[in-house]
């Protein structure tokens, strides 16, 4: 396994909290060893850059960045890229059993080195492809706005749109052969 790491991640994890709109805090953590990088990275939501990293090299840290709403980032160093950090997005909690099966994530996204850069690169690039990948995840029924103006059903109106079951055959399909006669 390659390595990567870099001394600046620290600071340059909570300066980019501090550029970013709202009410952001960062918190590091360092890895002994290369299975100490997985409890953190095992819910990234990302098939690309991200993913990638943390799957090939050996990162000695990592940064989360937990935003309003709780959204949270991860950040890494660029393996191979001294002058850039990766930043990803974990799945929100309320998508972490079904992000995995869906198509739509929010990939990462290299940034500068330059924490203020850096945080303009995320609101730009990375924020909106969240939101996207959270409205597009969730069932319209569960999605954030729909959740805070919509009671849940009742019983009886939930009993009602539910469809009778369709009745079940024993019959085999024909098949393609049949009716047609052997050669004599």
Known sequence: MARSSRADLFPFASLVAQHLP???SSDYLSHSTYPDQFPRAEYIWDLGMVYGAVST??????AILTGPDGIRLYVIDRPLHPR???VGAFA???LKDTYFWSNETPNGIAVSSNPARAADQIVRR???????????T????????NR???????????QAHVAPPAPVTS????SPLSGRRSAP
């Not at 090299?57 to 990592?62: N, P, Q």
């Not at 990375?126 to 597009?136: D, F, I, M, T």
């Open 22 to 24: 709202g009410d952001w």
């Open 57 to 62: 090299y050996v990162l000695d840290h990592d």
């Open 84 to 86: 850039q950090f990766l």
């Open 92 to 94: 929100p909690d309320e």
């Open 126 to 136: 990375l924020l909106p492809r969240y939101e996207r990948a959270v409205a597009r």
């Open 138 to 145: 969730e069932p319209p029924s569960h999605s954030r706005a």
């Open 148 to 158: 805070r103006e919509q009671p849940e059903p009742s019983r009886a109106t939930a």
């Open 171 to 174: 019959r085999r399909p024909a």
